[in-house]
């Protein structure tokens, strides 16, 4: 239950997830989905630091470029430029102060049918914060949703292009082996390929699957980060029988 839980949390967070998706995924309060969060944030906080740095890369121009030069271009990012240049211009000590008073006034309402009970003090900065609300909450509300697609987008996209360039040379080596229809890839599933294969030929084809997708993984990755992308693959009679948990509760039955 712990790993599940920490898995969750962590792809939320990763990809840009907030304390409140991480309570909605996991059916816990929001305190503790802001404590997991802030967790996160301290114990990875170089995740966070790379990702403002691509940010304000990429708001520069309104797009990401991920592996090989592909480019994510942000949505609306006209409008987000607009929004900006009125951002700019805003008096925020007259909104902080006309924001407490709407609070206030909300605060003060029985239901949305009677009069609002509470005079305010400070009129003028309430009609500054009423004119200038929506504007605010839409930019911000873009700007968030960008830099969620800052995390999210060059990881999502690069295990994509891994696993599509994987299955393409896997396929390449099925027909130089003159075994088409013979061996099929049957099956895609996010970041996994399963093959129909004959017995005589499982032992061959799971080295071949095997050894494709480590060199199509490694085929994204930058030489100067040291770091290798592997991955297994096994043969058995049917796609959950090749999973490690499946592996792992044979055993305990076993014992």
């Known amino acids: 239950d712990k790993r599940q839980l920490g898995k969750i949390a962590g792809f939320c967070f990763g990809f840009g997830g907030s304390g409140f998706t991480a309570a909605v995924q996991l059916n816990v309060s929001l305190e503790l989905g802001n404590?997991?969060?802030?967790?996160?944030?301290?114990?990875y906080k170089?995740?966070?630091?790379?990702?403002?740095?691509?940010?304000?890369?990429?708001?520069?121009?309104?797009y990401l470029v991920g592996t090989h030069g592909f480019r994510r271009y942000f949505s609306q990012f006209d409008v987000y430029k607009s929004l900006e240049t009125e951002i700019s211009s805003i008096d925020w000590d007259q909104y902080k102060i006309?924001?407490?008073?709407?609070?206030?006034?909300?605060?003060?309402?029985?239901?949305?049918s009677q009069l609002v009970k509470y005079k305010s003090k400070f009129p003028k900065e309430s009609s500054y914060y009423s004119s200038k609300v929506k504007i605010v909450s839409k930019f911000f509300s873009m700007?968030?949703?960008?830099?969620?697609?800052?995390?999210?987008?060059?990881?999502?996209?690069?295990?994509?292009?891994m696993t599509k360039k994987a299955v393409s040379e896997v396929f390449n080596r099925i027909k130089?082996?003159?075994?088409?229809e013979i061996v099929k890839i049957s099956n895609f599933?996010?970041?996994?390929?399963?093959?129909?294969?004959?017995?005589?030929l499982a032992e061959q084809y799971r080295i071949i699957l095997q050894d494709e997708m480590r060199k199509s993984g490694n085929?994204?990755?930058?030489?100067?980060?040291?770091i290798k992308i592997t991955c297994d693959a096994n043969v058995a009679?049917?796609?959950?029988?090749?999973?490690?948990f499946q592996i792992f509760l044979v055993l305990g039955i076993k014992m």
């Not at 404590?35 to 114990?43: D, F, G, N, T």
């Not at 170089?46 to 304000?56: I, P």
């Not at 700007?143 to 292009?161: D, E, H, R, T």
């Open 35 to 43: 404590k997991m969060y802030e967790a996160y944030r301290r114990l």
């Open 46 to 62: 170089d995740v966070f630091t790379w990702g403002e740095r691509n940010f304000q890369e990429a708001i520069k121009v309104g």
């Open 98 to 112: 006309g924001k407490q008073e709407w609070k206030k006034i909300k605060e003060s309402k029985e239901d949305d």
């Open 143 to 161: 700007k968030s949703g960008y830099f969620n697609m800052v995390l999210n987008w060059p990881i999502q996209s690069c295990a994509s292009f």
């Open 219 to 226: 085929f994204y990755v930058n030489n100067d980060a040291e």
């Open 237 to 244: 009679e049917d796609w959950y029988s090749t999973k490690w």
């Open 176 to 180: 130089e082996n003159n075994h088409l």
């Open 189 to 200: 599933i996010y970041d996994e390929i399963l093959l129909d294969v004959p017995e005589e």
